[in-house]
């Protein structure tokens, strides 16, 4: 850990020349992202387009589109729910200047923005404001998070929530508002992906016991800090309760409604509930590949040529894992190995995820995505002190593949996304629409989805 963690204040790394990088970063990451995005992806994805009818539906009458009032959980498509955090993110924008892609999509191209931020944020608590820059560069150009940052999943925004209650967490270690405050953010991420009451639970039950154990945290403090994020999580756990136990009917109070969804087939997804050692290993693998190897995935979460962190940085990754899981057993002071562990728990958990969650792809095990590039950083960091001529080699390998990338995905991706976000269809929908005389219009079933 002592590696790779002390600057120089002379130079190139100075504190005014760091604070031009991390404003040059942060422009570029937002400008990226910026670029085009209402028609790049081309079209709306349908479980997009669903989070931004209900989103829609709440900013003119207060309910989800079937007319639930102020639901916790959205009933979607019936057999299979979304979770509505990035619903209501949508609406102000709604309210404000209409119902159009780009206010559907302008909160997760906003939230990832600030997200590569964060990155640095957190990348200098645990590191040094070098290897927080570069990985606040990598993020900046990453595949993986440019391209969540385009369209309105639900659960793209599970990480970016998480991260900030994970920079609140490591702040808290300090100063308890801010631990306090992170409670009310991990609680959140209950309202952004229906995994997290499995992960992010997990996350906070096994670090808080290590701060007790390491007297890091007294036990009224950590009392205090279930409390919050119990009071803050708790009608999306009674949403999940009612759901596991058939309660048969759903729970509505005057601030929101908690939804039963009679006809839900989600928890097969979870391999708790469904175990068996062959699923184990189909998930398993999936992760591996998908993450790790970077093999392909679906359309809209990757470029196979270039994967979600790009192929150059797997050695990278491997590198800081290893070495910084060794350093995480080897460190003495407590208040740094409790730093450190965070991290570890943070990617560790993505891990969980990957393990339990049925044979995920990038969007659903895309919590592990921010501890990985934080890791590859340091990796890069400890390649580089080892051996110094690489640096400009692994500048140049990342500027390469961001080039191709960025081009690739405005030209040939642009165009494929034509077809994979539905962009003929809803020609076809509004040409008809425009037509005077109808009665009714008709969409069969065989569109792709």
Known sequence: MNTMTQDTSTGLWNSKNRKI???SILALAMILRCIRFATVPDGINQDEAMGAVDAWALSKYGT???GTFLPVHFTAWRYSQMSVLLAYCMVPFIKLFGFNTVTVRLPMVLISSG?????YLVGRKLFSERIALVAMLLTAVNPWQFMQSRWSLDCNLFPHIFL???YLL???LEKRRYLYLSMVFFGLTFY??????????????VFFIWCLWKRRLKFREGLLCALIFTVVALPEVIVLGINAVHFGRTISTPLFTMPYFPDSVRSADILLLNFSFAQLGKNAWALFSHV???LPDIFFNSIPAFGPLYHVSIPFVFAGIIVFTIQLFREKNIEKQTRMLALWGFLVTGIWVGLITYEVNINR???IFYPIILLCAYGIGLAVRKWKKLWPVAAAAYGISSILFFGTYFTTYAEESREYYNKDFMKAVAEADSLEEYESLYITGNLGW
Do not use: E, H, K, M
């Not at 997200?115 to 990155?119: M, Q, R």
């Open 21 to 23: 990088f991390f404003w």
């Open 64 to 66: 989800d589109r079937y």
């Open 115 to 119: 997200a590569v931020a964060l990155v």
């Open 164 to 166: 900030l209650g994970f």
């Open 170 to 172: 490591l702040l808290g």
């Open 192 to 205: 952004c992906y229906g995994i997290a009451a499995y992960s992010v639970t997990a996350f906070l039950f």
């Open 292 to 294: 790790f190897l970077q």
């Open 365 to 367: 095990v895309n919590i």
